[in-house]
């Protein structure tokens, strides 16, 4: 089982390079059938593809669950897998993906070096974007106010406050605190911010600590300003909080920039500024995670499908499509021009924001986490026999799984 960290992508990067390729220069005949997350990055990339096969894309917030047995069996029900830095993890485990360095070395010259997924030295994926978690706020508000963007959590706290005495908001924040893994992506990224570490040697836990209390405690303060019901917001229920005129700062995935700010279904189209995710520490780095999302290729397929799957979807992450589409995503693609939806995951790459610490021990610890943690916030327990209770569920999980 893979419990070691993936190879860190270089994402302080240089964006802008000069590129051009062809949007496709070969058709494959054979159909390939690809399974990724759905949203708006996905649907355009895979819609790309379909210029270059008969592609059959299947977008669905669920393939996390469904990726692991669809491509265990033989053949594998899906040529591609769109993953990220945490849903790779089960795949390299269960050995249904295969390595692609022949791939790379015939057809991927316009890769660049961060683009290319490492584990044990060998290409095991290709990025195609970068995600983050950052601040998004309510630049309207915050001038009439006279509020700078917050660059911390106490600063957060108190321009909520502020907002909430002007009686403009009852409830100006809002967070991915849907129980479950929205809520450990949470914990994980406050602690992470407070100079935890989650494991100590043999993969036992080690959060019942100093900063695993600061952590729950951060987390309860913001939910002071939140509507009562926060416990089920998640990503798509943040971005609508922002958009309905119901919340005026949220750290939101880099993903959902753009549709907070669309004038299409926005009430506050053109009011909205995006930063670095707050430090959880005064002048620390970004409380936050850097995400990778991209591409994979199933094991259980033959040679040939293999390879048309990888030029299918090489196809698809030009310089042309992600300058089309650079409102869209933080494309890791050579020749992308940055915009401002990107300002707030280039701001958390350019301070110092960590990647996100993939591997088997951690997802089973985000899984406690996220189980477990609500019960301190909604006033059930301690913060330190919460965190025992974590350490506990985790314990469980990891004999179970053979990681102790």
């Given at each position: 089982m893979l419990n070691k960290k993936l190879s860190a992508i270089a994402l302080a990067l240089s964006l802008i390079a000069p590129a051009a390729y062809a949007n496709c220069d070969f058709k494959s005949q054979i159909e390939v059938k690809s399974l990724s997350a759905s949203f708006q990055a996905w649907k355009i990339v895979t819609d790309e593809m379909k210029k270059c096969s008969k592609v059959?894309?299947?977008?669905?917030?669920?393939?996390?669950?469904?990726?692991?047995?669809?491509?265990?069996?033989?053949?594998?029900?899906?040529?591609?897998?769109?993953?990220?830095?945490e849903t790779l993890v089960p795949l390299l485990n269960e050995q249904t993906i295969r390595p692609l360095d022949d791939l790379v070395e015939k057809y991927g010259q316009q890769l660049q070096p961060n683009q290319l997924?490492?584990?044990?030295?060998?290409?095991?994926?290709?990025?195609?974007?970068?995600?983050?978690?950052?601040?998004?706020?309510?630049?309207?508000?915050?001038?009439?106010l006279n509020i700078a963007p917050p660059t911390s959590y106490d600063?957060?706290?108190?321009?909520?406050?502020?907002?909430?005495?002007?009686?403009?908001?009852?409830?100006?924040?809002?967070?991915?605190?849907?129980?479950?893994?929205?809520?450990?992506m949470e914990f994980t990224n406050m602690y992470l911010g407070f100079g935890g570490s989650f494991f100590e040697g043999d993969n036992q836990p080690s959060i019942n600590n100093e900063a695993g209390i600061k952590t729950l405690e951060m987390l309860k303060a913001m939910t002071e300003y939140m509507e009562p019901e926060y416990l089920i917001a998640d990503s798509t229920h943040v971005q609508k909080q922002i958009q309905q005129n119901k919340s005026a700062m949220a750290n939101l995935w880099g993903s959902r920039a753009s549709a907070v700010d669309d004038e299409k279904?926005?009430?506050?189209?053109?009011?909205?500024?995006?930063a670095a995710a707050p430090s959880a520490i005064q002048g620390g780095?970004?409380?936050?995670?850097?995400?990778?999302?991209?591409?994979?290729i199933a094991s259980n397929i033959s040679d040939e499908e293999a390879e048309a799957a990888f030029r299918v979807a090489l196809s698809s992450i030009t310089?042309?499509?992600?300058?089309?589409?650079?409102?869209?995503?933080?494309?890791l693609i050579k020749?992308?021009?940055?915009?401002?939806?990107?300002?707030?995951?280039?701001?958390?790459a350019m301070s110092g924001t960590p990647a996100y610490p993939a591997s088997s021990?951690?997802?089973?610890?985000?899984?406690?986490?996220?189980?477990?943690i609500s019960d301190y916030l909604v006033g059930g327990t301690s913060a330190s026999a919460t965190l025992a209770e974590v350490e506990s569920k985790y314990l469980a999980s990891a004999k179970e799984q053979g990681l102790l």
């Open positions: 059959r894309a299947e977008l669905d917030n669920e393939f996390r669950i469904k990726q692991p047995a669809a491509l265990a069996t033989n053949p594998s029900l899906y040529h591609i897998a769109g993953v990220a830095t997924i490492k584990v044990d030295g060998q290409i095991m994926a290709i990025a195609m974007m970068i995600n983050s978690q950052h601040l998004v706020y309510r630049k309207d508000i915050l001038e009439q600063e957060v706290l108190a321009a909520a406050e502020k907002i909430r005495e002007a009686g403009i908001m009852r409830y100006p924040l809002s967070g991915t605190f849907q129980t479950g893994w929205n809520l450990g279904e926005s009430q506050v189209s053109g009011k909205v500024g995006f780095k970004p409380a936050s995670t850097l995400w990778w999302d991209g591409f994979t310089p042309d499509m992600a300058n089309d589409n650079k409102d869209v995503a933080t494309w020749g992308f021009e940055p915009g401002k939806y990107s300002q707030g995951a280039i701001a958390n021990s951690m997802g089973m610890m985000q899984a406690a986490l996220g189980t477990t």
